[in-house]
């Protein structure tokens, strides 16, 4: 992975703090330059593993909450006392200057809990609170999904919200047409989303396969067998997905698709074809009509700024957000004031510098 310039590991799982290896990987991965972030439920953080994590190198920690009542969460999440440590991990993990990230995953039974989880992420001082919006595969086959309208109208609410929690980053997973919507309403976050399947990140499972994303179970080949590089480079799978031009349906005539994408995974699990349309967007291509490209000057401030992060895809990933957001309000010139309005929330120094970065969700298992 390093040798082809991979800036990011994460570990996820599952549980990956059950791994007694964990320590070690990561440590391998950060002498290396890599930046590790760990997505963990936070059952097993206490203040002994937080200082071990932060001597192997762990950058950020994501810790799933699912609901502000104990009692939701942790019918959720399967345990009694589920809620507890996760939000003890939360404390633990800032005190001992980790990045800490609330995750949620979105359902019809804590929909309403939007605005509420929103407020317990800003309260304890997380860098990005992260929506998740469930895909329909292992034990997420049992849940309650939204509707589409459902699903637009948890967008539009977080959009909405981006501005009013700066500078902790607002944000939609698995939900790429997020940048659609936030384009449409004239808002900033179009750095973020679009779906990162096979072009930006990729799955690694703990028997070696390696699939487009964490929740597809499309093998694209075996790290045993072929080696990372050789199914990073050629694999099929991956060569398909990171061509635009063979998109299907909606997704493939829309005019946001280079934005988006639409979730494949969501497609794959509703059509068994990850080349479908996204069955969770409610966009009907044609009703916005871009402007036409043009050179679009970056401020040296912005310059600057943008000099400072880190991760190379995610600098790429501001750049086209910046543009966006710029050709959506006909700038010429990109300011620093405008950066801000257009990322909605990343004025934070440290890890806060990697504007946009996503941590794996840790999604329902089967097991």
């Excluded at 959720?76 to 990230?101: N, Q, T």
């Excluded at 943008?306 to 790429?316: G, L």
């Amino acid at each position: 992975m390093h040798s082809l310039g991979t800036e990011m590991l994460i570990l996820t799982g599952g549980e990956p703090l059950l791994r007694r290896d964990i320590y070690d990987i990561a440590s391998c991965a950060s002498s290396k330059g890599i930046w590790v972030v760990m997505g963990t439920n936070g059952v097993l953080v206490n203040e002994h593993v937080a200082a071990k994590m932060v001597e192997c190198g762990v950058k950020g920690v994501g810790i799933s909450i699912d609901s502000v009542d104990p009692e939701t969460h942790n019918a959720f999440r399967g345990g009694p006392d589920a809620w507890k440590y996760s939000v003890r991990a939360l404390e633990i993990c800032r005190e001992h200057g980790m990045e800490v990230l609330v995750q949620s995953t979105v359902t019809r039974e804590n929909m309403d809990e939007i605005g509420d989880l929103i407020q317990f992420a800003k309260d304890r001082d997380a860098w990005s609170f992260n929506l998740y919006f469930l895909v329909r595969t292992g034990r997420g086959l049992e849940m309650n999904d939204l509707t589409p309208q459902e699903t637009e109208d948890c967008l539009r609410q977080l959009v909405e919200s981006q501005e009013d929690y700066a500078p902790m980053l607002v944000r939609a997973k698995c939900a790429p047409q997020f940048k659609q919507i936030s384009y449409e309403m004239g808002k900033g976050g179009l750095e973020s989303g679009g779906c990162m399947a096979a072009t930006e990140y990729c799955r690694i499972t703990p028997e070696g396969n390696v699939t487009p994303c964490p929740y597809m179970d499309v093998v694209a080949g075996n790290v045993r067998d072929e080696g990372f590089t050789q199914i990073w480079n050629s694999s099929h799978v991956f060569t398909e997905l990171r061509d635009l031009s063979l998109l299907k349906g909606r997704c493939g005539a829309c005019e946001f698709k280079e934005l988006c994408g639409g979730c494949r995974c969501r497609a794959f699990s509703a059509e068994g074809d990850y080349l479908a349309e996204d069955p969770a967007c409610t966009y009907q291509p044609g009703k916005i009509t871009l402007p036409e490209s043009s050179e679009i000057i970056f401020s040296d401030p912005v310059l600057h700024r943008m000099e400072r992060i880190p991760i190379e895809f995610i600098r790429s990933k501001v750049k086209k957000g910046l543009r966006a957001y710029g050709a959506r309000h006909g700038l010429r010139v990109i300011t620093s004031d405008d950066m801000d309005r257009a990322m909605a929330g990343s004025k934070r120094s440290g890890f806060g510098q990697m504007v946009g970065a996503s941590l794996f969700k840790t999604p329902p298992s089967k097991s």
